[in-house]
């Protein structure tokens, strides 16, 4: 059996996202295991799978690293006691400096775009651009890559701009607190559909933009552009 089987997204959603957000709000009371080992219980499932993913695959992933410092100073702020505006600083943080990154990455030889959507896993690249140098587009396709880059920069943003605002809007009360780990759970849970899921809007019309250009640029359709034709 192999040990590097991708395992179920619904079980990695489970273990990331529900559970952590369960403890902190149902098992933050005195009554109960009490705000701070509450909160230490929540990081432990992300933190302990994300580990697990490491040592199972042995590569290191940017977005996963990102999300590990991600709960560790979300741990962090609760643990130390900090100002709650810190984790609204932190929440937009992260995606922001995404979104930054992928937009300089637009200005260089591989756009982010290249390597994630138009890519020799994914696109018959080689009939691709054969097609494109045929029609001369070549060089206005690049073009589209460098804007198919930026509106994905874009979605980062967005998150991050949400992520700010639903972090002022949810967590209000003092860091340490048992009402602080509810309203973190609260805002852990609701992050994911008002925030992942327009990203994932976005990201559809990336690869819709991109599909689109290559069907007008290089005149193949998408059963033909893609990888194994």
């Known amino acids: 059996m192999s040990t590097t089987a991708k395992p179920s997204p619904w079980l990695e959603l489970l273990i990331t996202l529900v559970i952590p957000s369960l403890i902190l709000m149902k098992l933050s009371g005195p009554e109960d295991l009490g705000a701070v080992n509450a909160?230490?219980?929540?990081?432990?499932?992300?933190?302990?799978w994300g580990g697990r993913d490491f040592l199972l695959n042995r590569k290191f992933n940017l977005l996963a690293i990102l999300g590990l410092v991600s709960?560790?100073?979300?741990?962090?702020i609760g643990l130390l006691q900090l100002d709650t505006r810190w984790l609204a600083i932190k929440e937009a943080a992260i995606p922001g400096l995404i979104g930054l990154a992928v937009a300089i990455s637009a200005y260089?030889?591989?756009?982010?775009?290249?390597?994630?959507?138009?890519?020799p896993l994914i696109m018959n690249v080689e009939r691709i651009q054969e097609s494109l140098l045929q029609r001369n587009t070549h060089d206005v396709f690049e073009r589209r890559l460098k804007s198919a880059t930026l509106m994905l920069s874009g979605s980062f943003f967005f998150s991050s701009v949400m992520n700010y605002l639903l972090a002022t809007w949810i967590v209000t009360s003092p860091t340490?607190?048992?009402?602080?780990?509810?309203?973190?759970?609260?805002?852990?849970l609701l992050s994911y559909p008002m925030i992942a899921l327009p990203s994932m809007l976005i990201m559809m019309a990336v690869l819709y933009?991109?599909?689109?250009?290559?069907?007008?640029?290089?005149?193949?359709?998408?059963?033909?552009?893609l990888k194994h034709h």
């Open 39 to 48: 909160l230490l219980l929540a990081l432990a499932f992300p933190l302990g």
């Open 71 to 76: 709960i560790l100073l979300t741990g962090g």
């Open 108 to 119: 260089t030889r591989y756009p982010l775009v290249r390597v994630l959507l138009f890519s």
């Open 176 to 188: 340490g607190t048992t009402a602080f780990n509810e309203e973190l759970g609260r805002l852990t």
């Open 209 to 225: 933009y991109l599909v689109r250009s290559i069907r007008l640029l290089a005149g193949l359709q998408l059963a033909e552009a």
